[in-house]
């Protein structure tokens, strides 16, 4: 019956993931870029300049304090793409392994982790997130720990779900006959083949990661001034739409993007990986 | 078992052809069944029997193509609309299909989805359909006490729910009723039960029955005619005795050949040869899901006092039906669960309850093949790697050099080349990756391997094909097998000694051919007698 299982992609969804790594991709490069270079001290204060519609200096215009808002954007871009990452990879160091082991292992060791996960999971995210900011202090780092702590039990329950499922394939059975135990045999047959679920899941984490760093950094908890945000700069923009209104466009145009582009992409990979359900 | 032919045949093919994009799936096929008449359609998997029935139905997947007529009472089927046909399906061609719990609503109380069928095409009352839905779970064998259709399928043997499947099928009376696999996925006594009862409701009703299957021992007991299909085009056909007996396509030879399993082993190795392994009042206990806050629910006990022993050489046939306990038995037997009372010796030494590097070196000496040839392998790992992971039993793994040889080498022996080596398990078909699977099991010498209904998923041809090779590896490299399986036919063509296994006890062994022509358990003597036979 092979004939009936080969499908091919249909268009829609081919050109969704193409699109989706597109934008993404263009955000990394800023990012990147922004690290080294920006057509402005992003900083720089220039109070002669505020307030200018975007011109042929600055493409998208200034902000109240006369800082050239392109770059900005791009330094943004660096934070943004920075917390988010980081607080992934937190996430994915601590629940992937996590999920291993309880799938592994099952029983009390299994109960134990999935409440403990439940506990994290029964928490509104983003306002532990404000209270942790508002204890520890707000900068970029407590943003990522508070973003990185919500993202624990999402891999934590992906990983574990994965590898129950594989754990009742015939071929761990074999790796045990084969004397393997099961530290191995997870790290051996379990974690390459859940790589393409953490990486779907590590994606769609990635998008909720930008939109909770912008939100942490619109009520003042993200990074601090001078670090740009875009969080910040929709925040400081809404009290100048009437004035100047592109202000407010470009920073939410930006998280908008790169939040459409990740879930696409997100979602391109999930059926790419799981072409049937 | 001549059933009367009508004038007009019921259901009439002619000249049936399915593709898909190029390739062609079903060729010219043409087709008669008779009301009340059971048709075997026979073929290995891909053969297009199938598709075939799918095709009678108009339920292909949406880029096939279809030419030919399909006609029943003499209405073509072939130009209804999709919403006649949706009339049609239910109420004139009824249809089983193998696994009933896919074919079941799990939420749904099996009185309303058999009533549900019935409120589909007729419109009718609730009560009246409800009433309509008890006669057929009655006559279905699901009868009797007060709240039988409120139960839910889960609540159901595999050989029920299979029986809930047929009463939905049969509830509204259809003159045709299409039975794909219907017995496969159950063991031997609900098969047999449910083929008596689908033979009975083609008799009472004056039904066409087709029987879509791939076992010839099935067909031969039930059916009045078989078709054979190969590639797509049915290669024979005729009154089920008398083709059984001059088969003149030679494909249909071999495949009645490989169907009889005769016994592969020449004769019985003599019983003074050296344990291997000795299995001693085993107890294996599961726990259970605890239903008060208050008190431990009692343990299921899956494994109880089991003794068995193993000798250099022979083959040891463990045979019970689904949920007897050789499952449990035998992850027991190769050390991946703990046994609560008992102990399996390993030539003389204790195996499990052994640690460190004592288990290593006493599993290298039993090594498994498992049933299912798709899940057997890791998809990402190559042949050899796949094939070399049991030298992680070893204290010093040979290096690449020598660990390629021996791949190889290995490969060899189940009939493969040693370029497959660097192929990944997806490139094989289930026959051959059940070869790697021996391979694997193969690569640390043992002196015993165990199967786990390593041929059931395997189709007839290819399972006589492995069952050679297990013959001639075991007189080669004198190796002991234990044959775990619910097939009897397969079990008594392979193994010397037998033990039936049944709730969690053994309660029939011996020699193989004594056990079966004289079997003293009442329940050993009802498997048999179970089991479709061809002679």
């Not at chain 1, 601590?94 to 799938?103: D, E, T």
């Not at chain 1, 707000?138 to 891999?155: D, E, L, R, S, Y």
């Not at chain 1, 059975?173 to 393409?196: D, M, Q, W």
């Amino acid at each position: 019956m092979s004939v009936l299982e080969t499908r091919n992609g249909s268009g829609s969804r081919r050109i969704g993931l193409i699109v989706g790594a597109a934008i993404t991709g263009i955000f990394g490069v800023i990012a990147v870029i922004a690290a080294f270079w920006t057509p402005y001290d992003p900083a720089a204060l220039s109070i002669v300049d505020k307030l200018q519609a975007p011109n042929l200096h600055h493409w998208f215009g200034t902000d109240q304090l006369g800082r050239d808002v392109l770059s900005m954007i791009m330094a943004g871009a660096k934070n943004s793409v920075g917390v988010a990452l980081l607080s992934v990879i937190i996430g994915v160091f601590i629940g992937v392994p996590l999920g291993l082991l309880a799938a592994a292992r099952r029983g009390a060791i299994d109960e134990l982790i999935m409440r403990g996960n439940d506990l994290v999971f029964a928490f509104p995210s983003l306002l532990l997130a404000i209270l942790i900011t508002a204890v520890f202090g707000p900068g970029a780092i407590n943003a990522i720990i508070a973003i990185g702590i919500f993202n624990i039990p999402v891999f934590a329950r992906v990983a574990r779900g994965g590898a129950l499922q594989l754990w009742t394939r015939d071929y761990t059975l074999a790796a045990r006959v084969a004397g393997k135990g099961y530290a191995r045999i997870s790290g051996e047959h379990v974690l390459p083949n859940l790589l393409g679920l953490l990486a779907v899941q590590g994606t769609i984490q990635f998008s909720l990661g930008v939109i909770a760093e912008a939100g942490l950094s619109y009520v003042g908890l993200g990074a601090q001034p001078p670090t740009p945000s875009w969080g910040r700069m929709l925040n400081e923009a809404q009290t100048l739409t009437v004035l100047a209104p592109t202000l407010a466009l470009f920073p939410g145009a930006a998280v908008l993007l790169f939040v459409l582009g990740l879930n696409l992409l997100g979602d391109g990979l999930r059926r790419r990986w799981e072409p049937e359900k | 078992m001549t059933a009367a032919r009508a004038d007009s045949p019921l259901l009439q093919i002619d000249g049936l052809s399915v593709s898909m994009g190029t390739v062609q799936i079903i060729k010219n096929l043409s087709l008669d069944v008779g009301a009340g008449e059971i048709l075997g359609l026979v073929g290995a998997s891909g053969s297009g029997k199938s598709m075939t029935a799918l095709a009678i139905m108009r339920l292909l997947p949406a880029h096939a193509t279809l030419t030919g007529a399909v006609r029943l009472r003499g209405e073509a089927l072939t130009d209804r609309s999709e919403t006649e046909l949706q009339g049609i399906r239910g109420r004139d061609i009824g249809m089983v299909f193998q696994e009933p719990m896919a074919a079941l609503n799990p939420l749904m109380r099996i009185g309303d989805q058999v009533a549900e069928t019935v409120r589909l095409h007729r419109s009718v009352s609730i009560a009246d359909a409800r009433r309509a839905a008890r006669e057929t779970l009655d006559l279905v064998g699901l009868r009797g006490e007060q709240g039988a259709l409120d139960r839910l399928p889960y609540e159901l043997s595999g050989g029920q729910r299979q029986r809930v499947a047929i009463a939905m099928a049969a509830v509204l009376g259809p003159p045709l009723l299409i039975a794909d696999e219907p017995t496969t996925a159950l063991d031997v006594g609900a098969q047999a039960q449910v083929l008596r009862l689908l033979q009975e409701l083609a008799r009472t009703r004056n039904m066409g029955l087709i029987l879509v299957t791939h076992d010839l021992a099935v067909v031969a007991q039930l059916t009045d005619r078989i078709a054979l299909m190969h590639r797509g085009e049915i290669v024979e056909q005729g009154a089920t005795q008398q083709l059984l007996h001059h088969l003149q396509h030679p494909y249909g030879r071999a495949l009645l050949a490989a169907a009889k399993l005769r016994p592969r082993r020449a004769a019985p190795q003599p019983p003074a040869a050296e344990q291997i392994l000795q299995v001693r009042d085993i107890v294996h206990e599961y726990p259970r899901r605890r239903r008060s806050l208050w008190r431990t629910a009692a343990p299921f006990r899956a494994v109880d006092g089991v003794s068995l022993s193993i000798h250099s050489g022979e083959t040891v046939g463990l045979v019970g039906e689904s949920g007897s306990g050789k499952s449990s038995l035998l992850r027991v037997i190769l050390a991946l669960e703990r046994p609560q009372a008992g102990e399996v010796r390993m030539l003389g030494d204790v195996f499990s309850t052994a640690k460190g590097a004592a288990l290593r070196r006493l599993r290298r000496g039993i090594q498994a093949v498992f049933q299912d040839p798709y899940g057997s392998f890791d998809p990402q790992w190559p042949v050899e790697r796949l094939i070399a992971e049991p030298f992680y039993l070893l204290d010093s793994p040979p290096a690449v050099a020598e660990r390629r040889r021996k791949v190889a080498t290995v490969l060899e022996q189940v009939g493969l080349s040693a370029s497959d080596a660097l192929r990944y398990p997806h490139e094989f078909s289930g026959g051959q990756r059940q070869r790697i699977a021996i391979a694997r099991a193969l690569i640390t010498e043992p002196s015993v391997i165990a199967f786990d209904e390593a041929v059931s998923a395997l189709d007839v041809l290819v399972r006589a094909q492995i069952l050679e090779l297990l013959a001639e590896l075991a007189a080669r490299l004198r190796l002991a097998y234990l044959f775990v399986s619910h097939d009897l036919n397969v079990v008594r063509s392979i193994a010397d000694r037998i033990y039936v296994m049944r709730q969690g006890r053994i309660v029939e062994h011996g020699p193989t051919e004594t056990v079966f022509t004289s079997p003293r358990h009442a329940y050993t003597e009802a498997l048999i007698a179970a089991t479709p036979k061809l002679r």
